[in-house]
Each structure stands twice: as structure tokens, then as C-alpha cells.
């Protein structure tokens, strides 16, 4: 037991890598436009370069963690994660930090994808969904600080603060992943770094039409959280009207949603069909994401509570989806599950990705058109997954 919790909180601060350096630097985005000259859109360029190269890198570290072993290849990421934080805080121009923020953003790529494969190494059926859950729970945590706590280094210190903050947290996680974590894939069940394999067993999994259906519709389930990570700044200090040190109002019921619904999903997992699970979890989306079109199309001057409290009931029931969706998604290939979890991670970032880069500048002028944007996401991600698990085809190719 007490080796499962400290599982359970290293595998969390892994998957916090990605988060910290999305979150943390949320309040210093109209300060680095300030320093550098540039606009919002200039700015938000840093944060999809930073997402884009965790989901390219993403391919990756599962494959790597088939071959070297899960704990090598985090080591590796996290002291990486920890020297591009450093060369961050000292960059000089909006440029430097886009390429600093892309290196960056590849060594964060390890987190999310390892801590799946480690929970699959370790746990099956109903325990693999509760571990999965208690991950998610304590990982919830930092997108609910970060922007807080990045306020007040914004305030206090400035936005490099915010990186030599960053940097800390990556020499704490490369210590512990030296010193605590267990390897979970012996060497006997490792697969050899061969390109040709390796091509073969990605397009193995690509040529599979319900792969590719449920990895984009679970994608796009998720992006409804991603377009209000990434619309942030704009969100709390444009269209709210809110300082630089009000990011909790955003973050902490979103995220409180996430983990409400996670602790929620670890205790069900034996006491209640998936399907009567999944049926909660969809309802509760589609009520946060109606809700949040139908609050903002009533104001012209949304405040909170009532602008975020709809942004919790989605982010509730997409934490009770994702662990048995992610496993349904893994157990498509049970002796390739690190490329499987790369494959649903690239995806997963490369929607945040154009998300933020592309959608996001067009919406963030506007709280309805944030509302829209986001359930139009939901919508067509529900859709193209139950298209996944309903298409005769596919269940025959899957056969």
C-alpha cells in the first residue's frame, strides 16, 4: 500500500511537467508582451509551440520506454525539462522564447504518456482504472495552483521567476525519479529500438479505423478544457476584467471539477457498470457545455462565479470518462502500450496545439464565442467516439 502512494505521487509530479509549464507562466503573458513588444497573439505563439512539441515528442518517449525502460526515459525528460526551464528565464527576445519554449516543451512530453504505461504495467481491469483515477486526482492539482502561485511570482518577481520556478521543480523530479521510482517494464519485455519495427507497429496501429476514430474523439472530448487553458489570459483579464493574481477563479473550479471527478471515478470503478459511469459523465458535459452557451448568451458582462461554475461541470464529467476511456484506448494493443499512449497523447496535444495557435486568437475576444467553440469541440468529439464504438465496419475490423 504505502508503495502504491508514492507510486501514485511521482507518477502525478510526471504528469505535471506538461501542466506546470502551461499554467504557471499564464499570468506573465501581457507582462512578456510588454517587455518584448509584441501582441497577445506574438505571446501565444509560446504557449502552442510549447504544446506542439509535446505532442511531436510524444510519438516518441512511449516507443523509447518499450525499449530503454520506463524510469530511464523519465530521468532523461525531467533533468532535460529542468535545463530549458534555466535557459528561459534568461532568453532576451519574443523569439528566443518561442525556440526555448519548443525544447522545452519536448522534454515535458514523457510525463503523461509513461504514468499511463507504468499504470498498465502494474495494475489491470478495475485496479488499473482506481490507480489511473488517483493519478489523475493529484495531478489535478497543479493547473489548479500553478496560475495562482504564477500570479503571485508575476507580481513578486516577475515572469522569470515563473521559469527559475520551473526549473526547481525539474531537479526535484529528476531526483526522485533517480532515487524512488520502481522500473516497471523488466528487460525480458522490452522491445528492440529497431526503425523498421517501430515503423511497422505505428502503422499497424494507425491502419486500425476504430484506433484512429477513438484516440481523435477522445481528443476532442478533452479540447473543451484546452481552449479555456490557453484562452486564459484573455478570459480572466479581458473579458472578466479580473487582475493578474485572479487566475484561481478560472483554475480552481475547473480543475476542482477534474479531480472532484476523478476521486469520483476511483471510488465507482467496482461498484458500478462502466456503461452506467460513462452515461454520468457524458450528461455531465453536455450540461456544463449547454450551460456555459446559455449563460453567456443571456449577459453581456459575465462575472463570476456563474461564468466558470458551467467550465467545472464539464471538466466533472470529462474526469470520470477519461480513465476508462484511455484504457479502452490502450487495451486496443496490450503489448504495445507505450506507442498506444503516444499516439493518444500526440493527439490529444496536437488539438491543444492547433487550438491554441489557430482557434483560440478567434475566439478569446468573446465569452459566447468561447462557449460555442468548446461545445462545438464536445459535441463532435462524443459523436466521432460513439461513431468509433457503433460503426459496423469498424467492431468487424477490430474482430
Known amino acids: 500500500m504505502k508503495s502504491n502512494i508514492s507510486l501514485t505521487l511521482i507518477l502525478a509530479l510526471c504528469t505535471m511537467m506538461g501542466a506546470l509549464g502551461i499554467d504557471t507562466y499564464l499570468p506573465s503573458f501581457h507582462a512578456i508582451a510588454q517587455e518584448f513588444d509584441v501582441g497577445p497573439t506574438a505571446v501565444q505563439q509560446t504557449l502552442s509551440v510549447y504544446v506542439l512539441a509535446m505532442a511531436i515528442t510524444m510519438l516518441f518517449y512511449g516507443t523509447l520506454s518499450d525499449t530503454f525502460g520506463r524510469r530511464r526515459v523519465l530521468l532523461f525528460s525531467a533533468a532535460g525539462y529542468a535545463l530549458t526551464s534555466f535557459a528561459a528565464a534568461f532568453v532576451t527576445s519574443i523569439e528566443g522564447m518561442v525556440v526555448v519554449r519548443f525544447a522545452q516543451g519536448a522534454m515535458a512530453g514523457s510525463g503523461m504518456v509513461i504514468a499511463r504505461a507504468v499504470v498498465q504495467d502494474r495494475f489491470q481491469g478495475a485496479d488499473a482504472q482506481r490507480m489511473m483515477s488517483m493519478v489523475m486526482f493529484c495531478f489535478g492539482l497543479a493547473p489548479a495552483i500553478a496560475p495562482v502561485f504564477g500570479g503571485w511570482l508575476q507580481a513578486h518577481g516577475g515572469w522569470r521567476s515563473t521559469f527559475f520556478f520551473l526549473a526547481g521543480f525539474g531537479v526535484l523530479l529528476a531526483l526522485l525519479c533517480w532515487r524512488a521510482l520502481p522500473e516497471t517494464l523488466p528487460p525480458a519485455k522490452r522491445m528492440p529500438l529497431k526503425m523498421s519495427v517501430i515503423a511497422a507497429n505505428y502503422l499497424s496501429a494507425l491502419r486500425n479505423g476504430q484506433f484512429r476514430l477513438m484516440v481523435l474523439g477522445m481528443g476532442l472530448m478533452a479540447a473543451g478544457t484546452a481552449i479555456y487553458i490557453s484562452s486564459a489570459a484573455e478570459f480572466i483579464m479581458g473579458i472578466l476584467k479580473m487582475s493578474e493574481t485572479s487566475f484561481g477563479w478560472l483554475f480552481i473550479p475547473m480543475i476542482g471539477g477534474s ?30 457545455c449547454s450551460a456555459n452557451v446559455l449563460y453567456h448568451a443571456l449577459t453581456d458582462m459575465p462575472v463570476v462565479p456563474w461564468a466558470v461554475l458551467p467550465i467545472a461541470c464539464y471538466t466533472l464529467g470529462i474526469s470520470l470518462l477519461t480513465p476508462i476511456l484511455s484504457l479502452q484506448v490502450m487495451g486496443m494493443f496490450p503489448y504495445m502500450r507505450g506507442l498506444a499512449s503516444s499516439l493518444q497523447g500526440f493527439t490529444q496535444m496536437g488539438i491543444f496545439a492547433i487550438m491554441a495557435g489557430a482557434v483560440v486568437p478567434q475566439l478569446f475576444h468573446s465569452g459566447l464565442a468561447l462557449a460555442l467553440g468548446q461545445m462545438a469541440t464536445v459535441v463532435l468529439g462524443m459523436l466521432i467516439w460513439w461513431w468509433s464504438t457503433h460503426y459496423t465496419p469498424l467492431r468487424a475490423e477490430k474482430k
Open 259 to 288: 479531480m472532484v471527478g476523478s476521486a469520483i471515478s476511483g471510488v465507482l470503478a467496482k461498484r458500478i457498470a462502466q456503461r452506467i459511469q460513462l452515461r454520468i459523465g457524458y450528461g455531465c458535459m453536455a450540461l456544463g
